[in-house]
Structure formats: structure tokens, C-alpha cells
């Protein structure tokens, strides 16, 4: 059975920085496109930024020059740096990864609180 776990959130001042982390394990697959979500309360759940297996990636316009996804195949994890952070940027923050052949993942989610 496939595992998504997220770790990284927290509370975190306006202006700082966080990295979130996701590692896939069990069931043998390929992993094809990592990506974030995120959502606020009250809010729909959002793409944040994505990453492909052949390594591009798009990011919300709203989250553009401030964070970066980024990956690690060998160890089956994406990270998402999320810097210069600002509190509407506050949201539970969800990893999701295709995985091949077996399917669509979600992580559990972890919360991520920028305020002063």
C-alpha cells in the first residue's frame, strides 16, 4: 500500500521561510508529476506548484519568485521552499504525486500558519 507523508509545516513569522516535505513509500511504481496543493479556510484547494518527471515545472502566480518544488528519486520525496512567506499564504498544504502504474496519491496534509 502507497504512503504520501508530509512533514515541514508550522508557525512561521511574515517574511520567513519553511520547507515542506513529502516521501512516497511502499508498492513499486514510477513516479510521474509531484505537485503541492493548498487550503485555506473557506477556500477551495489550490495548486501551489508542480513538478514533472521530465522537470517542469508551473507555479501559482500568487506564490511566483517565492517558492521552489524541487525533487529527490532516490529517496521518492518532493520538497516544496516556501520563503518570504505572508499570511495569506496560511493553509493546510497538501503533496500529491501520479504514480505509475498504480495512481493518483494525496499526503495527509500539514498545516502551514504565517502570522506575527
Known amino acids: 500500500q502507497v504512503q504520501l507523508v508530509e512533514s515541514g509545516g508550522g508557525l512561521v513569522q511574515p517574511g520567513g521561510s519553511l520547507r515542506l516535505s513529502c516521501a512516497a513509500s511502499?508498492?513499486?511504481?514510477?513516479?510521474?508529476?509531484m505537485a503541492w496543493y493548498r487550503q485555506a479556510p473557506g477556500k477551495q484547494r489550490e495548486l501551489v506548484a508542480l513538478l514533472t518527471s521530465s522537470g517542469i515545472t508551473n507555479y501559482a502566480d500568487s506564490v511566483k519568485g517565492r517558492f521552489t518544488i524541487s525533487r529527490d528519486n532516490a529517496k521518492n520525496t518532493v520538497y516544496l521552499q516556501m520563503n518570504s512567506l505572508k499570511p495569506d499564504d496560511t493553509a493546510v498544504y497538501y503533496c500529491n504525486m501520479a504514480l505509475v502504474p498504480i495512481g493518483n496519491y494525496w499526503g495527509q496534509g500539514t498545516q502551514v500558519t504565517v502570522s506575527s
Open positions: 511502499g508498492s513499486s511504481f514510477r513516479i510521474n508529476v
